[in-house]
């Protein structure tokens, strides 16, 4: 999957703001708590919070200093209060332009700092109640900034990562279907999507199926790995709940050639679990789901079951690899 001379593995560095306290502190303490836990070579930012008061240099010798490289950046609208009801979807022109800006200045960011992805998780595009909005324009302003935003730097990859609701009751671009079709209509070669394995569950589909539906029609940019019941976007430990279809998902991977850093989406704040322990847990379950995989992904009585949809032989061939049954 990943080649042995790139970054393989990132977390998500919000998850160490306890233990960031014992280390200073503030962003340099959650990168520097990172760096413990050996085996995370690389880190996504947030922008622009992860970089108040600090440059792109600065946050870059941060990386270099806890052994890891940027991967790139995850924009976050939160930071200003008149994006609650939109970003790229406000109703006021000058709003919508405002988060277009912000947007563009990320990538400059992320560009000084030797990222290639910048990823847009649009929480605030949607709405909450009938008659709220006007959904062609809605549409309409998102196609047109995420084609501003690609056009800014071209040789940049920006990655929308959907997600079915939350902070909104409903996203505007809610599931794999919806936002391939939007990637598609915006038609710049460097967007694409990114799959987060919690809110894929959320949206009531399969990790691999939509790996395969993104490969298809799209780009996958990025993978961020999590678990979850599929009620909310609970953040767990891979693999802790869907182990079976994590394998799955990684065997997808491998076959469409997906190269890219595997990006830890998990909230270990929110169960008061140490996050250096539980990103080593991350690594530790996912080394072996993904060993497993690359075992079982071509093994011919396996591939035979699948092209007869024979699930009972195939649940069997997976459950002796998983679980030596």
């Known amino acids: 999957m990943t080649r042995a001379n790139r970054p393989r593995y990132a977390a998500r560095l919000n ?23 050996g085996g995370l070579d690389a880190a996504d ?13 600065d946050l870059s010798d941060m990386l270099a200093r806890a052994g890891m490289a940027l991967n790139g950046l995850a924009m976050r609208y939160y930071t200003e209060p008149g994006f609650k009801i939109g970003a790229f979807t406000n109703p006021d022109p000058t709003v919508r332009q405002s988060a277009i800006d912000l947007t563009k200045r990320g990538m400059d960011a992320c560009r000084a700092m030797g990222g290639s992805v910048m990823t847009l998780w649009m929480g605030q595009d949607g709405f909450d109640y009938a008659f709220q909005g006007d959904y062609g324009a809605m549409w309409d302003d998102t196609i047109a900034a995420l084609q501003a ?19 909104r009751a409903y996203a505007l671009m809610p ?17 694409g999507v990114t799959l987060d394995f919690a809110h894929v569950l959320y949206a009531d589909e399969m990790p691999a199926h939509a790996a395969h539906l993104i490969d298809r029609w799209s780009r996958l940019l990025g993978v961020h790995l999590n678990d979850g019941y599929g009620k909310r976007d609970d953040g767990l430990m891979v693999g802790t709940v869907h182990p079976v279809a994590t394998v799955e998902l990684f065997v ?14 998990t909230f270990p704040d929110h169960g008061g679990l140490s996050p250096v322990e539980e990103a080593r847990t991350n690594l530790a379950l996912v080394e072996r789901l993904r060993a497993l995989a690359g075992e079982i992904g071509d093994l011919p009585e396996l591939r035979a079951a699948i092209a007869r949809q024979d699930a009972a032989s195939s649940q069997r061939i997976v459950a002796r690899a998983l679980y030596g049954a």
């Open 175 to 191: 599931d794999v279907g919806t936002t391939i079709l939007g990637v598609r209509e915006a038609d710049r070669p460097n967007l």
């Open 149 to 167: 935003v690609a056009d800014h730097d071209p040789g940049m990859d920006v990655a929308v990562e959907y997600k079915p609701n939350e902070p």
């Open 252 to 265: 997808e991977l491998e076959r469409i050639g997906y190269d890219g850093v595997i990006y830890f989406d």
């Open 45 to 57: 930012l947030n922008y622009p919070d992860h970089f108040e008061g600090q440059s792109p240099g």
């Open 15 to 37: 998850a160490f703001k306890p233990r960031a306290k014992d280390l200073g502190g503030g962003i340099a303490g959650m990168i520097a708590a990172a760096g413990e836990v």
